[in-house]
């Protein structure tokens, strides 16, 4: 059974950081691509960061770029998100998918339950 289950959500002040956790189960951890998802109230869903376990590769949205970082830690079949310089429209509710395709295609085929990260000003 694939399992992923993120971490490290908390409430933090513009300018600080975080870092999610998303440790997964249930399936050969370098086949498939973990993808960071995003979504604040009553906005739609939106892809964050991803990273291809196979080889590394590693995709933002432009939002981001600079001040997030996706890595992975094979051995311990977890991915991190590094969120520096947070900014209040940082705020929603993060999961982590997993991808089967391998690719980050922006989607996900198995999702966690979610870490709530609120940036106050």
């Known amino acids: 059974e694939v399992q992923l289950v993120e971490s490290g959500g908390g409430l933090v002040q513009a300018g600080g950081s975080l870092r999610l956790s998303c440790a997964a189960s249930?399936?050969?951890?370098?086949?498939?691509?973990i993808g960071w998802f995003r979504q604040a109230p009553g906005k739609e869903r939106e892809g964050v960061s991803c990273i291809m376990l196979s080889d590394g590769s590693t995709y933002y949205i432009d939002s981001v770029k600079g001040r997030f970082t996706i890595s992975s830690d094979n051995a311990k079949n977890t991915v991190y998100l590094q969120m520096n310089s947070l900014k209040p429209e940082d705020t929603a509710v993060y999961y982590c998918a997993a991808d089967v395709s391998g690719y980050c295609s922006g989607y996900g085929d198995y999702w966690g339950q979610g870490t709530q990260v609120t940036v106050s000003s």
């Open positions: 249930g399936f050969t951890f370098d086949a498939y691509a």
